[in-house]
């Protein structure tokens, strides 16, 4: 059996809608309820309108003009040169015929092209599965293909609303120790005054956050390419929040982002957190995801959206934070990498 594979036009809106349908029901297959996945209209907006750091490049694979797998490769423009993001996914009738081998090809032959070799991939499986993986199509497809597993995540849900007297007292115990810092809260983009310092603490995110055995670059600092990146997120109804602590003269010393899709009913994406390896003993991190919550749930008392996030198995002290915040395990990832 063999695949056509076809790049998708940005601007063929079916196409892409079909695309994320796919790999909606395929998220969905492999993780049930917990499965989150970009909408269509926020996946047509990064196309159309790429920021100047990040490009998405999508292809069907069909049989018979039936679409049966699909493939998406992500890469930076500005800072990780060599590498590229890498996902395959082929609908539960279709498995274990070659086909998503096929796909994978393509796109590690693309990646190629683009001087790409360092290639990296996620995949999802259920909490009850192997921590390592076994077993799992997307890590036993990866290994088939030399892709070695590099660190395991656990993904948990906080369910709107959250306990409010919790997150109060969580607040409260945080805050003597962290009485030097001022904590600032908004939602919509960083405010000049302190997008300098945030970036140069939020590109660092990638390789302060646990590595495992995986090989990561960390971003670059430009104001011009974050300002693109809040224009996408603004064409795609994506609304930030953002709560970052302030040290005496005024740098961002530690942030969390929280995502509020507009297009999507279900989810909330709480993407980084970090704290300065050299702000940190002063509680920073519970203290700024508290009041990014505690902020974002004053402002939409109705909300009953599920918070997602992600973290390294390993990283108990993060994940210590999530579970006293009400956040629980849904399932596992595992980030995979070959060097071409
Ligand atoms: C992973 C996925 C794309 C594989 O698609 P596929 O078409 O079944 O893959 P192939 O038929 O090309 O499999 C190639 C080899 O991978 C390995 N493999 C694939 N699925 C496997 C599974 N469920 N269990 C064990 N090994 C598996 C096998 O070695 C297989 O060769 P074999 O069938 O001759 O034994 C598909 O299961 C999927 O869509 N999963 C969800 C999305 C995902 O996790 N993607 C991976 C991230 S890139």
């Known amino acids: 059996m063999r695949l056509a594979i076809t790049p998708v036009d940005p601007f063929d809106e079916d196409s892409i809608e079909a695309w994320v349908r796919l790999n909606t029901d395929v998220v969905r297959h492999e993780i049930g309820e917990a499965g989150a996945m970009w909408t269509a209209p ?20 069909t049989i018979d003009g039936e679409l049966v797998a699909t493939g998406w490769i992500t890469v930076r423009m500005l800072d990780n040169l060599d590498a590229a993001d890498l ?23 693309v990646s190629a092209e683009l001087g ?59 805050a ?48 011009e390419a974050h300002r693109s990146a809040e224009d996408v997120l603004a064409e795609q109804q994506r609304v930030p929040w953002h709560t970052v602590a302030l040290d005496s003269e005024g740098r ?31 509680r920073l991190g519970v203290a700024v995801k508290v009041a990014n919550l505690l902020a974002f749930q004053t402002a939409h008392p109705e909300d009953r959206r599920r918070v997602v996030t992600w973290n390294a198995e390993v990283n108990a002290h993060m994940i210590d934070i999530n579970e006293q915040m009400g956040f629980r395990a849904t399932a596992r990832g595992g980030q995979l990498q070959k060097k071409l």
């Not at 159309?48 to 490009?55: E, V």
């Not at 088939?144 to 969580?170: I, M, N």
């Not at 010393?253 to 390896?277: C, K, N, S």
């Open 42 to 61: 926020e996946m047509i907006a990064a196309l159309q309108q790429p920021s100047k750091n990040r490009q998405e490049r999508l292809f069907h694979g």
């Open 87 to 109: 996902y395959v996914a082929v609908v539960p009738a279709r498995r274990r015929r070659g086909l998503g081998s096929e796909m994978l090809a393509h796109l590690e032959q």
């Open 116 to 174: 790409r070799t360092r290639l990296d991939a996620i995949t999802d499986w259920p909490y009850d599965g192997a921590p390592d993986g076994a077993g799992a199509p997307g890590v036993e497809f990866g290994r088939a293909h030399g892709y070695a597993f590099g660190l395991g995540d656990v993904q948990r849900e906080l369910r709107l609303p959250a306990d409010r007297a919790v997150l109060e007292q969580l607040a409260a115990q945080a």
């Open 176 to 223: 003597p120790h962290h009485a030097d810092y001022e904590l600032r809260t908004w939602s919509g983009p960083i405010p000049d005054d302190i997008l300098g310092s945030y970036l140069e603490l939020s590109t660092r995110l990638a390789t302060e956050a646990p590595t495992g055995d995986l090989e990561r670059e960390g971003g670059v600092v430009d104001v």
């Open 252 to 282: 961002v010393v530690a942030y969390t982002d929280l995502m509020v899709p507009g297009t999507d009913p279900r989810w909330i994406y709480q993407w980084g957190t970090l704290v300065d390896p050299a702000h940190r003993g002063h």
